[in-house]
DNA sequence: CTTGGATTTAAACGGGTGTTCAGTTAAATC
DNA sequence: GATTTAACTGAACACCCGTTTAAATCCAAG
């Protein structure tokens, strides 16, 4: 066993998932070749293959791991009421989406990229992200605080809504984050129809 | 001048077209080659280009094009209120981009795929309906009907919303295009603080 | 029926693709 | 210092890329 201190495989193999996340998200996951990628971690092409079986399992591991990492941040505080989870869960959404734009970018704009099976799990991921919210609905209708009339539409309306800020977005603009996720819960208060959003 | 009548060119024009609309809604404009195109249409790939001088204007053309279509489609009634401004523009906005989700989905998802020229025209005239919408914002605040913080972070907010609409409405699904139009317009009219939209 | 231009084909161009693998390098263990 | 082995190179594999071009095909007009 030679080798495991000083290996480069602890360096080598994150800088090839961050360059493959920065140029898939910036060119697209069939735009940019493996050679790009090696390229960019200074390295051959084929030495990539130690690190990911083929393009598109690398593909997979930066959503997989982008969505667990998007599961396991969000912890809706099972102690307070809906409204307050709700305003919590779009000041999180907006904060790490924020914090982490490529893996967002890729994270919705690649899935047509990957296989079917791959497809599929990142798919349960994401609906069991959006069900976080629908509970959050769900209770505030339940306690009849929020008027809804579909949970579901409402939380994939609001969830449209708040990946959109991603896209414009830009910390040095005109407003600041905060400024932002206030507008937003404000926003998304009202569209559900919850007191303390009016006039 | 022969060939004029029995011309080929205006069959297969928008046959090439189409099957690149098609194409790239599907599997990403790098992801297309022009082969796969030209099979579709049912002819050799250097014929395509008698109908686009290159890949990259063949997806401009597909892209300026739905946005011009969407441009001339939209004409908010000059005599209505804020309010049923609003109101039509949401419904149109769905109905609209219903009826093209391949169109859609490139305008949306290709354009980083555009070279920098492309891209600010295309940008221009997505600015252009964004602006459409946020004039009915500011009038209606005006008018002191709508209480918005900011008309271009809602407008934007909105539009994200609505687009949404399209990665998951399916017409044999459990809702009609008529119930989320009218779910999306509540909610709508409720996130601009509109009077209306209360419980 | 010939003509002439629109339309398409077939082949070629230079270059890039993902992936594999024998061989080289270099660091950790004995 | 010899050995072991992870890490990497560099070349090759078979194939695909967008685009160009000469030649073939097709069909309305004369």
């Known amino acids: 066993m030679a080798r495991t201190a000083g290996s480069h495989s602890d360096i080598t193999g994150p800088r090839v998932r961050e360059a493959a996340l920065r140029l898939f ?3 697209g ?8 990628i090696a390229s960019e971690v200074g390295v ?7 690190y990911t079986p083929d393009k598109q399992t690398l593909l997979f591991e930066l959503m997989r791991n982008h969505m667990n990492e998007l599961l396991a941040a969000m912890r809706p ?4 009421s809906p409204s307050a989870q709700l305003d919590g869960f779009v000041r999180f959404h907006i904060a790490f989406h924020h914090a982490r734009p ?4 890729i994270a919705y704009m690649e899935l047509r990229n990957l296989e079917p099976e791959n497809f599929a799990t990142i798919e349960a991921l994401r609906r069991q992200y959006e069900t976080v919210l629908e509970d959050i609905l769900c209770a505030g209708v339940d306690a009849g ?9 409402a939380t994939l309306a609001v ?24 507008q937003y819960c404000q926003m998304v208060t009202r569209l559900v129809g919850a007191p303390g959003g009016s006039v």
């Open 102 to 105: 490529d893996a967002v970018f």
């Open 44 to 50: 051959q092409a084929g030495a990539l293959y130690n």
């Open 145 to 153: 605080l929020f008027d809804v009339a579909d949970t579901k539409v």
């Open 25 to 27: 998200a910036r060119h």
């Open 77 to 80: 505080d099972p102690a307070g």
């Open 29 to 36: 996951f069939a735009a940019v070749s493996m050679r790009q």
């Open 159 to 182: 969830i449209a809504m708040l990946t959109g800020v991603t896209t414009w977005f830009r910390p040095d603009g005109r407003l600041s984050l905060g400024d932002v996720q206030d």
